[in-house]
């Protein structure tokens, strides 16, 4: 007989979807399939037993014998209860047979599968990106190319609105530039872009940053309003100076809003535009009023808001501000080479946290920042994710003990990590010496080997299977390796195993030198002074 299937929890893992996925489909139709599929997920922990119900056998409560007889609806009443008994106690006994235990574990097996496939179809069918080619770059925008989603009449309705609005709106705008206000002060297209303005600097900071989470027709909008933002901003497009100024202003902190760099490069792009035909028309004697200008205040907001990213680290002393009016404004010149020259200051914060440790050379500071982060992910069994506890960890985990980091090879078991000194810590599994601190102890923090004669390690490599050895190459050429030595893979002339890092003897280190020499020669197309 099946054994009983008690009630049990799902708990459907995510990165366990592809492997349901590919499951074979006849297997599910054989009850020794269903068997091995419904061992997977228990052993998976996808599905949870709970603890047993106690059985009630109960029944209804019947008139004692020596009662007097009973009417004929108390004799329908009492039959209803004896029935409903028999009932409930037959559908317990059928749900715990062989045949409704198997029922019962296809069911769990066949809902996993449809819920891995549903899965990735429905991360297939999500919006996707719109792609940004070079056509599209100007400013033109595919509708058809943001979703592949079937549209319905309602979706269509929906966008014949708001494009059609958004296209009556961009007319009453030129329009009303065209006239002349009805009154001082008053100017229909200044004031929407003047509302847009203020609606935009009380978003929180990057509130669109997220393109995944906007719709398409976000997207288009946004790709409409900038388009016509950035015609607006020439001198000769026939906007006023006001309206040509907020039209800057309102670019900026959508670009700042989405926090891409793209978006960033454009509008510097577009100011440098705007320069060039104002400085033209400075020559030609055409200007009749400042042009290419922007609000100080405005343009130092969203700079400040930027800089504050960079934390306490940043050399305030480098900061530089575009020159302020009298008026309260300043160039766009100015402000698009204080924005480039801040975006370069960020891109060159972040690139110190990636740098590679080939361009790290000997007496060098270190160019890796001191606050990188590390991530973690996978089995912990030998605390080789320094992570105090030897559970998996399924998504990426930030981890503080690796903050200074230059290089971390994974092993065997175990973590080496370089850091910026050139110096070499390990942790996890210790046996055959794989860690190289001299013993075959597990190490659950990170350790600092010693090297003999001291030396400053620049990579790393250590092995992914057999009983472990690593080997380690410096900056002078030099190549040490330890842990197990079967088959002479250390390089030591033996088949010993080597607690501690030793250095190989012979050629082999002469020849990485003179290699490593050569390559810097290469790179420096200095090919007369190479001594290799």
């Known amino acids: 007989m099946a054994a009983m299937v008690p009630p049990v929890k799902l708990k459907w893992l995510e990165h366990l979807n592809s492997s349901w996925i590919t499951e074979d489909s006849e297997s599910i139709a054989t009850r020794e399939g269903v068997s091995i599929l419904y061992a997977k997920l ?88 719109q792609q940004h080619s070079p056509e599209s770059s100007s400013g033109s925008t595919d509708v058809h190319s943001v979703s592949e989603r079937p549209r319905s009449s309602t979706d269509a309705l929906i966008e014949m609105g708001v494009r059609t609005g958004l296209s009556l709106l961009f007319a009453l705008l ?85 926090g891409s760099l793209r978006y960033l490069l454009e509008w510097i792009e577009m100011a440098l535009n705007a320069s060039a035909v104002v400085n033209t028309m400075e020559k030609t004697k055409l200007l009749q009023s400042p042009e290419g200008m922007i609000s100080f205040d405005c343009f130092m907001s969203i700079l400040m808001q930027m800089r504050r990213s960079l934390g306490s680290s940043a050399d305030r002393s480098q900061w530089r501000e575009p020159t302020r009016t009298s008026d309260g404004l300043c160039s766009l010149y100015e402000a698009a080479l204080c924005l480039f020259e801040e975006v370069c200051r960020m891109a060159s914060d972040y690139s110190r ?44 985990k930030l981890a503080p003990s690796f903050s200074d980091a230059q290089t971390i090879e994974a092993g065997q078991y175990c973590t080496f990590v370089i850091s910026t000194d050139g110096s070499v810590r390990a942790c996890g599994k210790g046996s055959y010496g794989r860690l190289g601190l001299g013993d075959s102890n597990n190490q659950s923090t990170l350790k600092k080997l010693t090297f003999e004669p001291h030396r400053s390690i620049k990579k790393v490599s250590s092995s992914k299977g057999s009983d472990g050895h690593t080997l380690a190459f410096t900056t002078e050429g030099e190549v040490f390796s330890w842990g197990d030595g079967d088959y002479g893979k250390l390089g030591h002339g033996n088949s ?37």
């Open 496 to 532: 010993s195993t080597q607690k501690y890092p030793k250095l190989i003897q012979g050629p082999l280190w002469i020849c990485f030198s003179k290699a490593l020499k050569f390559v810097d020669c290469l790179w420096a197309r200095d090919y007369q002074q190479c001594r290799c």
């Open 353 to 396: 946290t990636c740098a590679s440790p080939d361009s790290i050379q000997t007496g060098d500071a270190p160019i890796v920042s001191e606050t990188c982060e590390v991530y973690v992910w996978g089995s912990n069994s030998s605390h080789q994710l320094v992570e105090g506890t030897q559970e998996k960890i399924l998504q990426p």
């Open 42 to 129: 228990v052993s998976n922990k996808e599905v949870v037993p709970l603890p047993q119900q106690v059985l009630c056998l109960k029944g209804p409560q019947l008139p004692d014998f020596e009662r007097e007889s009973l009417s004929s609806d108390e004799q329908d009443h009492y039959l209803d209860a004896l029935l409903s008994s028999q009932l409930a106690l037959a559908k317990m006994v059928c749900s715990d047979s062989p045949f409704a235990g198997a029922l019962r574990k296809r069911l769990l097996v066949l809902q996993r599968v449809f819920y891995a496939l549903s899965n990735k179809y429905h991360d297939k069918g999500k919006v996707k990106q």
């Open 174 to 258: 030129r329009q009303s530039w065209m006239m002349p206000a009805s009154g001082p002060g008053l100017s229909l297209c200044n004031d929407v872009i003047h509302t847009a303005i203020e609606v935009v600097s009380s978003l929180p900071p990057l509130s669109l940053a997220n393109e995944s989470k906007i719709p398409p027709m976000g997207l288009d909008c946004l790709s409409q309003v900038t388009t016509f933002l950035k015609g607006v901003t020439i001198p000769n497009s026939g906007a006023d100076t006001l309206g040509r100024r907020l039209a800057s202003e309102l670019l900026l902190g959508l670009a700042a809003q989405r």
